[in-house]
């Protein structure tokens, strides 16, 4: 963090921010296609839903900027505290401070804030595409089986400046900025959510841990193939990724209204797999009474349907998998299991399947071992992971590794001590030590 003179001499700091764009994409068409006032009562409808979307998310993340013009959002994700923190960092430096633990749990302390910044702003960009998609101009063109009228997202982490402005005000700028605005233009190339994310932003939000698991376990990406020119000058190496599906995500669920507009996306399009997944995670992820026949058969029917039309997607394969498990389908479970591996190896939720399938039935003590270490070696923020590797560990006899890796869970989410499969594999293990000594 350096410091320089700003506006009327008001000192002028780099700290770290998140930027979101919003686009209604194909505006340009619809502006030339419609009368003025349609044209007007689009963007209107537009600006009503994303500002609304700003209000919500403002009560959660650090949304400290945010405007809409046209059919443009932006919103700065930062927190001006971070401020404070950096100085003090920056005097424990000179004292020669640096590794101390003071020091430490203030990198940390931003270190969190940067990643609460980075999923509240993917948090803003899922709402925002899901109350346009349910406003009452989208539900009358997918009533008439037309396509509803996309918004691209894009999403980028950088150093910006954060000062006093001309105008009075302290606000950020800089280059991020500008390169924000180009990821975004980069999500009209997406096949999927049109969320686009920049290498930077990518990289810290699969890595984050919420709970017990890693966001990399419950947000897919897939890499946007860019024409030459996309970047319009900047960085032509970029790598976009862009938002595939999201699995289990908490706190990001459809509402019965939204959920009756995605089936009908998917059933006149099954090639929609922003529609399949959401409707997935609905039907059979987040359903309150999924143990219901008719549900499952649900779940099912829709997973077979999107397969036809997306015979590559790995995650339809773990779909099938997960719901032949609850049908007590072990062996075609397992089947699908290998299946989603064939098509992605490093799919480390297709080896907790195939995991949970063996732990289900005579279990194989070295096919356990193999994918529930797989499974750690993928995500090792993943708590579950390592539970499932100190049960398999367990079961073949390796007591120290076993307790190494339960050790793990708890030190990875303190809550599962009290849960009784560990509170009993820590029982065992201890008799295991006990009787070896």
């Known amino acids: 963090m350096t410091k320089q003179p700003g506006y009327n001499g008001q000192p002028a700091n780099l700290i770290t921010a998140v ?20 044209y007007d009562k689009l963007i209107n409808a537009y600006q009503h839903v994303l500002a609304k979307v700003v209000e919500e998310m403002k009560a959660r993340y650090c949304i400290k900027e945010s ?31 640096i590794g ?7 990198k940390k302390k931003l270190r969190a804030t940067r990643n609460r910044l980075i999923y509240g702003a993917l948090r803003t960009a899922i709402q925002a595409k899901h109350n346009w998609l ?36 302290k606000r950020i700028e800089g280059y991020t900025i500008n390169y924000a605005k180009r990821i975004e233009g980069t999500s009209r190339f997406g ?4 969320i686009a994310l920049s290498r930077s ?6 890595n984050i841990r ?13 890499r946007i193939d860019l024409p030459p020119d996309a970047m319009k000058g900047l960085f032509t190496s970029e790598r976009i990724h862009e938002v595939t599906f999201f699995h289990r995500l908490k706190g990001v669920k459809l509402n019965e209204e939204q959920v009756v507009l995605f089936r009908q996306i998917f059933e006149t399009d099954p090639t929609n797999f922003w529609a399949y997944s959401n409707l997935i995670n609905y039907l059979f992820y987040d359903f309150k009474h999924v143990d219901d026949a008719e549900q499952l058969a649900e779940s099912e029917r829709v997973a077979e349907y999107a397969l036809y039309s997306n015979p590559a997607f790995e995650k339809i394969y773990y779909d099938l998998g997960s719901i032949q498990l609850k049908l007590g389908n072990f062996e075609t479970a397992r089947q699908y299991g290998l299946m989603a591996l064939d098509l992605n190896d490093e799919f480390d939720l297709a080896y907790s399947l195939l995991w949970e399938i063996e732990e289900n039935t005579d279990a194989d003590p070295e096919r356990m ?20 590797l100190a049960k398999a560990l367990s079961a073949s006899g390796k007591t120290e590794q076993a307790r190494i890796h339960l050790d793990k869970v708890v030190e990875l989410y303190p809550s599962y001590a009290d849960e009784d499969d560990v509170k009993e594999l820590r029982s065992k293990l201890w008799k295991k030590k006990k009787s070896a000594g």
């Open 201 to 206: 932003a990518y990289e810290v939000l699969r």
């Open 67 to 97: 405007a809409i013009a046209g059919d443009e959002l932006k919103a700065f994700f930062y927190d001006p505290g971070d401020v404070k923190i950096q100085n003090k960092m920056k005097r424990i430096r000179k004292t020669g401070g």
């Open 210 to 222: 919420v709970g017990h698991s890693m966001l990399k376990q419950r947000i897919f990406f897939k």
């Open 191 to 194: 096949k999927y959510s049109q």
């Open 100 to 106: 101390s633990d003071e020091y430490d749990e203030l």
């Open 19 to 38: 930027v979101l764009f919003v686009d209604l994409q194909g505006s340009v068409s619809y502006s030339t296609s419609l009368s003025v006032w349609e």
């Open 369 to 388: 071992l193999d994918y529930a270490s797989r499974a750690v070696s993928l995500s090792p923020g993943s708590a579950l992971n390592h539970l499932s």
């Open 134 to 169: 349910s406003y009452q101009l989208n539900v009358d063109r997918i009533h008439a089986k037309q396509n509803p009228i996309e918004l691209g997202c894009g999403i980028h982490s950088g150093r910006v400046i954060y000062a006093l402005r001309g105008d009075g005000k």
